[in-house]
């Protein structure tokens, strides 16, 4: 796949000005939208939008240098308005194009370059495993997008559970992994970036077609799931985990992740205080 992605950063290159999309770019590497720019990301650090976008504006910069006057250079790289490319290349480089060839300034975002790289040779556990369809059945909140350390909100969240919703729960959990679950899902952001909403889920996982008036539902259809168990420091570990699933396992695995609410549970160590062994659930399909 680093081979592939590498392919994707070319034709980029090749195509600045024109109108360049995620479904367009991912069917290079003959995958979803939705994975392509998970992965990018977790390797590159900017999504798709994000690397078009600063590499279009490196290149004006240069452009502008050159010579060339703002208009030509504004529809070379793909915008169709002089307010946008202005806007943009302000925003970029902290000042107008019709001020570069006076100053001089010049800002590069150099072309990414993906690379095999041996970087510790920390082994991840992994197991794949299929599931009939289920239904998430908990209590849900819209929550701050957080990616590191412990979202208050999702903390509030569980502080809200009632005993009697507690033991609804019990009496649906009757799936694999049979543990009460977080879940995230419909991020204002789809996961991308670190700004926005998502909705929270804690329940658990249940076959039983009804859940009762004190859970909301939320209907998942039959798929494999790649497992990941962690052990470690409560939630960095956690946190850990997932990201090196998309910047690392993924990449390499022969599986994609799919458009649908991956969970993990925790159970904390009473004998480690902040220790706790988590596992990531992540829907997956074969490339």
């Known amino acids: 796949m680093v081979e592939q992605l590498q392919n994707v950063v070319?034709?980029?290159?090749?195509?600045?000005?024109?109108?360049?999309?995620?479904?367009?770019?991912?069917?290079?590497?003959?995958?979803?939208?939705?994975?392509?720019?998970?992965?990018?990301?977790a390797l590159s650090?900017?999504?798709?939008?994000?690397?078009?976008?600063?590499?279009?504006?490196?290149?004006?910069?240069?452009?502008?240098?050159?010579?060339?006057?703002?208009?030509?250079?504004?529809?070379?790289?793909?915008?169709?308005s002089l307010d946008g490319f202005s806007r943009a290349f302000a925003a970029w480089a902290g000042m107008l194009p019709s001020e570069v060839q006076r100053s001089g300034f010049s800002k590069t975002t150099p072309i990414l370059s993906f690379k095999i790289s041996v970087i510790g040779g920390t082994s991840m556990e992994c197991r794949i495993k299929k599931m009939p369809a289920f239904t998430f059945a908990g209590v849900t909140k819209r929550v701050p997008m957080q990616f590191e350390g412990v979202n208050q909100e999702i903390v509030s969240l569980a502080q809200s559970i009632t005993a009697e919703q507690r033991e609804a729960m019990h009496r649906l959990q009757n799936i694999e992994p049979k543990e009460v679950v977080n879940a995230s899902f419909d991020a204002d952001a789809q996961f991308l970036k670190e700004e926005g909403y998502l909705t929270h889920l804690i329940g658990v996982l249940t076959t039983e077609d009804e859940v009762g008036p004190l859970l909301e539902a939320?209907?998942?259809?039959?798929?494999?799931?790649?497992?990941?168990?962690?052990?470690?420091?409560?939630?960095?570990?956690?946190?850990?985990?997932?990201?090196?699933?998309?910047?690392?396992?993924?990449?390499?695995?022969?599986?994609?992740?799919?458009?649908?609410?991956?969970?993990?549970?925790?159970?904390?160590?009473?004998?480690?205080?902040?220790?706790?062994?988590?596992e990531v659930w992540t829907p997956v399909q074969q490339r």
């Open 45 to 80: 650090g900017y999504t798709v939008s994000e690397y078009i976008r600063v590499r279009r504006l490196s290149e004006a910069n240069k452009a502008l240098l050159q010579g060339l006057s703002v208009t030509d250079v504004a529809y070379r790289y793909g915008y169709t």
């Open 218 to 278: 939320i209907p998942v259809e039959a798929m494999s799931w790649a497992v990941f168990p962690c052990e470690g420091p409560f939630p960095s570990a956690l946190q850990d985990t997932m990201a090196r699933i998309y910047a690392e396992w993924l990449p390499v695995s022969g599986y994609e992740v799919i458009n649908a609410p991956s969970f993990s549970f925790t159970r904390m160590d009473p004998g480690k205080p902040g220790y706790a062994y988590s």
């Open 10 to 41: 070319t034709y980029i290159e090749n195509h600045l000005g024109d109108d360049l999309s995620s479904d367009e770019l991912a069917r290079l590497i003959k995958g979803s939208a939705y994975n392509f720019n998970k992965v990018f990301l």
